[in-house]
């Protein structure tokens, strides 16, 4: 799974008598024409994509899933040593959810074609490619996401091109090259997945802007996805993670402690969706910090707080250091100089107030967690608004509790695009794991977050709908009488009605045999004054219908009698 390294060498033999020179590799193309040069061959890849069946996609997508969970562990080593962040065992689990998991999910999901029809309706669904989409992917997820975006392109039959984030290059590109070389193999056009071989943000933002791009499908820093979203193409998004979860003072505090810590210490914390910030009712407050404390959490003292709080973020651009995202809670400690237990798995803040002068409320993608001890549920809910609104809106919340209303009543109020109840924030916010969420490595924050979507991005987002709707006339229907009678002697009931005036449709022949008169004399004993209007035919004309009319307007009946089959 090795990159090759492009020879930047080149030595030519000379004739004999003249000395060796060495001739330098032509300089590199520029951005745009860098670009230029990947989406033609993308175009190329779409049209080749029109001609092909769903047996066909889903035979491409199958070998490309096989691909990447055959190499899930080498794909994590390159990732771990390229970037020096996050565990090389969760990585494997991530390359793993992001194609096996990701697999299944849509397998069998309609993506050529007519993929809906309703008969009754008249309406037929078809699905055709949005188009070449520009794939943007972090250094937190890179092989990952890499596969991710990869799969859920083809299965819709979009070319992607990727821009990789510059310290995950190697391992990005290793990713996208299995996947490609399997799609390939399997029937798939040769340049259905492509990626910038020389990043930089020129290139990138040359990328998103390109015209023959349809699509942006950013992850990363909120600068990226600001650009994706400021390109002038449609975009989908996510926005930054702080996440808060509220352990209630009803919930299962021993779940709640090792659901928080394993979720926060995956991957040293770079998920997105994991916990940034734990709010505790204070009648369970001691209850639960020494539980964190005997599974592995540090807490730390005051003094330990600003050390911390100095390392992690970065006062100048009010945001984390790159310093501590993915980094092991010891090793962040001792870059703060703090000396902590060697089994240490989180550092543990607790914190008072929200905002830039509480710089550890922000969102920190390493083992450190807020905390915060509060007395009241209503003080508990706006603590998370508020941690919400200070860098995460729209994204994820979790709370622990085993009572409903509590859990509902915070599900309505959080500006939270997901709300996880007792399940842990990072596997919980991905989908399928804890939920039956859709899983996915981008995760929409709505217009919380100024993102397009508030839904867990999938090939459903990768799609055209085309609608066929036939002329279909809308329905007809009338209004029975909420009372009917029948069986022998049921015309007695008429006597019941209440009214003035009453008008009897019939045809000729119910008044030949004498029904009429029966239901004429069961309305007078009523006190009706009764008008017949007997000029019904079997298939009546609209002449009739409209001489019915003004009998009854000149009339003005208050009930009417339709008697007989034309009536």
């Given at each position: 799974m090795a990159t090759p390294v492009p020879q930047q060498v080149e030595e030519v033999v000379p004739r004999q008598g003249k000395r060796q020179e060495q001739l330098a590799a032509p300089a590199p193309p520029s951005a745009e024409q860098e670009i230029g040069l990947l989406v033609s061959r993308a175009q190329d890849a779409l049209k080749g994509f029109q001609t092909f069946t769903q047996a066909e996609v889903d035979a491409i997508v199958k070998a490309m899933a096989l691909a990447g969970v055959s190499h899930r562990l080498e794909l994590a080593r390159m990732a771990v040593d390229e970037t020096h962040k996050g565990v090389f065992e969760d990585k494997v689990i991530k390359n793993q959810f992001a194609t096996e998991y990701i697999y299944n999910d849509i397998k069998n999901l309609k993506t050529v074609g007519v993929i809906a029809e309703d008969p009754q309706a008249g309406t037929v669904e078809i699905a055709e490619p949005v188009g070449i989409i520009a794939g943007i992917t972090p250094v937190t997820n890179p092989t990952s996401t890499t596969m991710f975006k990869a799969i859920s392109a083809l299965k819709a039959r979009n070319p992607?091109?990727?821009?990789?984030?510059?310290?995950?290059?190697?391992?990005?590109a290793a990713a996208a090259r299995l996947l490609r070389d399997a799609a390939v193999d399997a029937g798939a056009p040769a340049h259905c997945i492509q990626w910038i071989e020389h990043p930089s943000v020129e290139a990138t933002n040359a990328?998103?802007?390109?015209?023959?791009?349809?699509?942006?499908?950013?992850?990363?820093?909120?600068?990226?996805?600001?650009?994706?979203?400021?390109?002038?193409?449609?975009?989908?998004?996510?926005?930054?993670?702080?996440?808060?979860?509220?352990?209630?003072?009803?919930?299962?505090?021993?779940?709640?402690?090792?659901?928080?810590?394993?979720?926060k210490t995956f991957d040293n914390g770079m998920i997105c969706a994991s916990e940034q910030s734990v709010i505790i009712d204070e009648a369970i407050a001691e209850q639960t910090v020494a539980r964190f404390i005997s599974q592995g959490a540090y807490v730390l003292n005051p003094a330990e707080v600003l050390k911390v709080e100095a390392l992690a973020i970065d006062s100048k651009k009010c945001a984390m250091s790159p310093a501590v995202v993915g980094q092991p809670a010891t090793k962040i400690a001792e870059m703060a100089g703090i000396t902590v237990p060697a089994q240490t798995k989180v550092l543990i803040a607790p914190l008072q107030g929200v905002g830039p002068e509480t710089p550890l409320s922000r969102e920190k993608l390493s083992p450190i967690l807020g905390l915060y001890t509060v007395k009241t549920t209503e003080e508990a809910f706006a603590l998370c608004e508020q941690l919400l609104q200070f860098g995460g809106l729209g994204h994820t919340a979790g709370i622990f509790t085993n009572n409903p209303q509590i859990a509902r009543a915070y599900g309505q109020r959080m500006p939270a695009s997901r709300?996880?109840?007792?399940?842990?924030?990072?596997?919980?916010?991905?989908?399928?794991?804890?939920?039956?969420?859709?899983?996915?490595?981008?995760?929409?924050?709505?217009?919380?977050?100024?993102?397009?979507?508030?839904?867990?991005?999938s090939v459903r987002n990768l799609l055209n709908i085309k609608r066929v709707s036939k002329r279909k006339e809308r329905m007809k229907w009338f209004k029975v009488p909420p009372k009917i009678f029948f069986e022998k002697g049921c015309l007695?009931?008429?006597?019941?009605?209440?009214?003035?005036?009453?008008?009897?449709?019939?045809?000729?022949?119910?008044?030949?045999?004498?029904y009429v008169k029966q239901v004429e004399r069961y309305l007078a004993d009523a006190g009706m004054t009764v008008e017949i209007f007997s000029e019904i035919e079997?298939?009546?004309?609209?002449?009739?219908?409209?001489?019915?009319?003004?009998?009854?307007?000149?009339?003005?009946?208050d009930t009417i009698v339709a008697f007989g089959g034309g009536s």
């Open positions: 992607i091109i990727f821009a990789f984030h510059p310290q995950a290059q190697q391992c990005s990328l998103m802007q390109h015209p023959g791009i349809a699509l942006i499908l950013a992850t990363g820093g909120g600068a990226m996805v600001k650009a994706a979203y400021s390109s002038g193409k449609p975009a989908l998004g996510v926005g930054p993670g702080n996440v808060p979860v509220y352990i209630e003072h009803t919930a299962d505090i021993n779940m709640a402690v090792n659901d928080i810590l394993m979720s709300v996880l109840v007792n399940a842990p924030t990072s596997f919980g916010g991905i989908g399928d794991l804890y939920n039956t969420l859709v899983p996915s490595l981008t995760l929409g924050c709505g217009s919380y977050g100024g993102n397009s979507t508030s839904e867990n991005v007695a009931y008429l006597r019941q009605l209440d009214g003035e005036r009453a008008i009897i449709i019939a045809d000729p022949a119910m008044v030949k045999l004498g079997p298939d009546p004309t609209t002449e009739t219908l409209y001489r019915g009319v003004e009998r009854m307007r000149h009339f003005q009946p």
